[in-house]
């Protein structure tokens, strides 16, 4: 059976059925005064204008819905709709293009747009441990894509936006967008994301020459002399089969995207890697996952980059 046949995917009551049951895991809660006890289900009525997954609370008399501070929550797509696009998103490798999601879900281009940026927001993991520890190794590496808005063209990589990716070698990546390659820029993201009991892993580039004297240990290879591998698992192979997906995906289906944006991308490209089927995340599990983080994420475009990634 079509996985996409699910109820959810085409009804509205079954869709609020799954979200609640994913939201709350232990019953209903009140998103105004906290209270679980005296909550009960209205019965939608288009008539008397009660929707479709409305809740009304006993402690404080309020009514909400489950999408009430959520990335969902302003929206008027159908939630069936969203089932939909967040499984398209998290289940293509590459990611899925707007256009393609507006002529898939029959929703104008521009709804389609902000759907995957609420989608990808979704994706962000916040408050994190740090990677690595003890006898644990973590590859550093950055990358280069498209061109910084107004940047003139330069030889090398001076005009593209610039990336940083931390991969821990049982599985996790954290990427993020970066002004420039100074250590000054580069040392407080991986202080903060890495524990300093890690072995960890670079290119010969400059910016990594000193990270000895703040994590356990430092191993590099020589790209620049051919070296790609050294004894004792020496080498930044995994961090660059991470770039390889990014980049057929930005290239692919993602070909323009702004350095306003592309933090949110990387958030997409992380959360696959982070939940891809060589560790036992299936294609529905890693739907049900993104939907767990559209809490507490409402979009707001007024955000920065923190150095916590
Ligand atoms: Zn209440």
Known sequence: ????????????????????????????????????????????????RIRVGLHKCGECRKQFTVKVGTVFESSHVKLHLWFQAVYLMTSSKKG??????????????????????????????????????????????ETFIGRVKGAPKKRAYHHKMKVLTLVDRRGEARSVVIKNLQPKTIMPILKANIAKETRIMTDEAGQYFHLSKDFAEHHFVRHGQGEYVRKGGVHTNTIEGFFSIFKRG????????????????????????????????NDSQRADHALRGIVGKRLTYTGTDSIKI
Not at 28 to 46: E, F, L, Q, S, W
Not at 101 to 116: D, E, I, N, P, Q
Not at 254 to 276: I, S, V
């Open 250 to 281: 930005m290239k692919g289906v993602y070909q323009h995207c702004g350095e306003q944006h592309l933090h949110r991308y990387l958030a997409e490209f992380d959360f696959r890697y982070n939940n891809r089927m060589v560790l036992g995340v």
């Open 96 to 141: 899925i293009s707007s256009h393609q999601l507006h002529r898939t879900l029959g929703v104008t281009y521009k709804t389609a747009w902000f759907m995957s940026h609420r989608i990808r927001e979704a994706m962000t993991t916040m408050g994190m441990e740090p990677m690595g520890g003890e006898g644990e190794t973590v590859e550093v590496d």
């Open 1 to 48: 059976m079509s996985v996409l046949s699910k109820e959810y995917f085409h009804n509205e009551e079954a869709a609020f059925e799954k979200l609640e049951s994913i939201i709350w895991p232990n019953g209903a809660v009140c998103p105004h005064c906290g209270g679980t006890d005296r909550i009960y289900k209205m019965t939608a009525n288009a008539e008397k």
